[in-house]
């Protein structure tokens, strides 16, 4: 499949100038394109393989700017050009003012002193304003900026008409309205300067997290006289293999394994978790991880795009790109929220001057008013703020959604099904109430040691891990056999089968089958049989019952046995659960839950991982198999079972605050649109009022951050 790209572009300001990249994007046959006009990153497979310069050049003919990488390279200077063409603005505009205080200054009144103050002005909308309202209009696309340049437009024409006739009739100052069009321009660049300072505090998190891969590494090399020296060297520039060196207060820059040191390890970023883990020799270290105390001598395992903080950060890119319904319905009444508004200002002109008898003047005005006040900027970054502070306060907690679209539907979930080994409990399992019949417990514990030993299994490796004084003796096979879903087959050198698996496994060969998880016979005879006891994860009761106290049903689904599943049902609260279920019988659970109401899958296992792709949000385990994770909508970088109900909020209060951030938006244009064509309302508080509308869905959005 066709990599990303990712291009960064300057100069769009709404829902509608974004949609004009993504038009032209699929014309020239992009596919997968995401436009985010709030944070200026356009991301889209190339899969007709146009070279990037044809496509910038594309992109800059609709009226914005492709940030090169020298652009990106270039020292930061004082001020953008948005902050400039503020600047010159106001400097302009400030004098224009001034003649409705001071009517004893006649120069404030000259026609001709207004007209060249207003020059300036007017020549920067039409570069910020004109240039990006012709090119939507060329691609079928009325944006923002086309209702701002006819308003101001139509103010300084009307005025520029006036100036003419001055000069015949020295009738001035009923014709007069440059301040009106060059205070429409200013307080619109004051919006879209507060609108801009305000989105970039919602993308904090993944600022953040950009800035921590772009570390330095302590690279550890080996000079012409074999001894060690350190290079510092940029961490996207390490490769596998590589040594690197970790003091205290250094970044982990790259996924790897401790080869010699010790130290405290935070692993807050990728866990979520406080609490600082101890690191010594032979374990993993985590890209994004922060040395708090020790020095360490690492060997690298995955760096650059493939580290786990790389992972998080294309996760949180991805999300924050992606759409949920709800924004589509905005996009969709932005579309053809500008046209109407358009045809209601003629009206509004038509109306007043001829059937009301209004004066020309004033029915311009209300025209223009309309125009200014009904610009849609609040309802098109109503859903990516909420959505980008969100997935923001998502990942530094530990919890990754996928899209913008998870947290819809994380805050319409029913029903919570969880499967039980190593989502519910820990995976860590006990052997308990070991029985021989009449053979030598010692040498019993030997055989099933040993087979074990041989298999992947994750009852087998903790069995291995969890009874070390088992290993009594040496013991070989001359075969050995896992067989799916039964146990394990191994035969000695003399020829003597031995089996070690679930007690269905052995119905039919003895008279009496021993009431035990796992059995072992010795030529067809059960010789031993112990039970195995998977402790419940901390917090599972407790999260159980939250979930319940929210509304939302929680399942069990396993494909241990009965007694085993009611024993962790009653430990952690959960009231309906299905035991020995195959992964086909979980789709048809899932299937059947689904159908009832919006529900979620929590596993971490591969047979988890059609379960997971069927279920409306699939939430998998930081610890699950990687199968499990690309299944998942949602990943809990901790593995800590309380996140599913922190996910779970997290979507809920998200999702309402962008219902209410569209109410406002909406209520705003409703009630404020006959306002403004009553007359009632000038131009100019029509432009504030529009700068105001923005700075309340932006500040609702980043409430999110404040909330628990």
Wanted: proline residues 3%; hydrophobic residues 45%.
């Amino acid at each position: 499949m066709t990599e990303i790209t990712e291009l960064e572009v300057d100069g769009m300001t709404c829902t509608n100038c974004a949609l004009s990249v993504e038009k032209y994007l699929k014309k020239v046959g992009g596919d997968d394109i995401s436009v985010n006009f709030a944070t200026k990153e356009v991301r889209f497979r190339n899969t007709a393989g146009k070279s990037l310069k044809d496509l910038s050049k594309g992109i800059e003919q609709l009226g914005y700017t492709v940030i090169g990488e020298k652009e990106k390279t270039k020292p930061a200077t004082r001020f953008s050009r948005l902050e400039i063409r503020l600047l010159i603005s106001t400097i302009f505009t400030f004098p224009l003012l001034l003649h409705m205080f001071l009517p004893m200054v006649p120069i404030l009144h000259d026609p001709i002193f207004q007209l060249v103050l207003s020059l300036p002005v007017v020549y920067i909308g039409i570069r910020h304003f004109g240039k990006s309202a012709y090119w939507s209009l060329r691609s079928g696309n009325t944006n923002m900026d086309v209702l701002i340049f006819i308003g101001s437009s139509a103010a300084f024409i009307y005025s520029a008409i006036g100036t003419y006739l001055y000069f015949g009739t020295h009738q001035v100052h009923q014709y007069l309205f440059y301040e009106t069009a060059a205070t429409i321009i200013t307080l619109v660049l004051v919006g879209n300067w507060i609108e801009e300072k305000s989105v970039q505090r919602t993308t904090n998190s993944l600022k953040q997290l950009v800035a921590m891969s772009k570390k330095k590494a302590k690279l550890v090399k080996i000079n012409l006289y074999k001894e060690e020296v350190v290079e510092e060297v940029d961490a996207e520039h390490l490769l596998p293999g590589d040594r690197v060196l970790a003091n205290s207060g250094d970044q982990i820059v790259a996924d790897g394994s401790l080869v010699s040191g010790d130290a405290e390890v935070d692993e807050s970023l990728i866990s979520g978790e406080s609490v600082p883990v101890y690191k010594e020799e032979g374990d993993t270290v985590v890209s994004g991880s922060i040395i708090l105390s020790g020095s360490i001598k690492y060997k690298v395992v995955k760096a650059g795009k493939q580290s786990t903080l790389s992972r998080i950060i294309e996760l949180v890119k991805d999300a924050q790109s992606k759409k949920p319904s709800i924004q589509k319905l905005g996009d969709r009444v932005s579309s053809v929220f500008i046209p109407v508004v358009v045809g209601i200002s003629l009206l509004t002109f038509l109306v007043s001057y001829y059937a009301f008898d209004i004066p020309a003047q004033s029915s311009i005005m209300a025209a223009i008013a309309v125009l200014v006040i009904s610009c849609p900027c609040a309802m098109g970054l109503a859903t990516p703020t909420a959505v980008m502070v969100g997935v923001g306060k998502g990942a530094k907690s530990g919890v990754l959604l996928k899209g913008g679209e998870t947290i819809e539907k994380l805050a319409k979930i029913k029903t919570v099904v969880f499967d039980k080994t190593g989502t519910l409990t820990n995976g860590e399992f006990k052997v308990k109430n070991f029985e021989t019949y009449d053979f030598d417990m010692t040498v019993a514990k030997n055989i099933i040691l040993h087979m074990e030993k041989k298999s992947s299994h994750p009852i087998a490796q903790t069995i291995v891990k969890g009874n070390p004084d088992w290993f009594m003796m040496p013991f070989d096979y001359a075969k050995f056999e896992e067989v799916k879903g039964k146990g394990l087959i191994a035969v000695d050198h003399g020829g003597n089968e031995f089996r070690l698996g679930a007690r269905d496994w052995f119905i039919g060969m003895d008279e009496e089958i021993p009431d035990k998880d796992l059995l072992l016979s010795y030529c067809d005879r059960v010789v031993a049989g112990f039970d195995i006891e998977d402790r419940v994860k901390e917090g599972s009761r407790e999260t159980i019952a939250k979930l319940n106290a929210m509304g939302i049903e929680t399942v069990m689904i396993s494909g241990d046995n009965e007694k085993k599943c009611r024993y962790v049902a009653e430990r952690i609260g959960i009231k309906t659960y299905f035991a020995a279920q195959l992964p086909e019988q979980k789709l048809e659970h899932i299937k059947a839950y689904s159908a009832k109401g919006s529900t979620a899958m929590v596993g971490d296992g591969i047979n988890d991982a059609p379960a997971l792709s069927l279920a409306n949000v699939g939430i998998s385990l930081g610890s699950a198999t990687d199968i499990a994770k690309e299944s998942a909508d949602v990943i809990l970088l901790s593995g800590q079972i309380s996140k599913v109900e922190e996910a779970i909020t997290l979507g809920r209060k998200t999702y309402r605050t962008i219902q209410q951030n569209l109410f406002w938006a909406l209520a705003y244009n409703v009630v404020a649109i006959p306002i403004a064509a009553a007359g009632f309302l000038s131009p100019m508080i029509g432009a504030l009022s529009m700068a105001f509308s923005d700075v309340v869905v932006v500040g609702n959005s980043l409430r999110l951050n404040w909330r628990k």
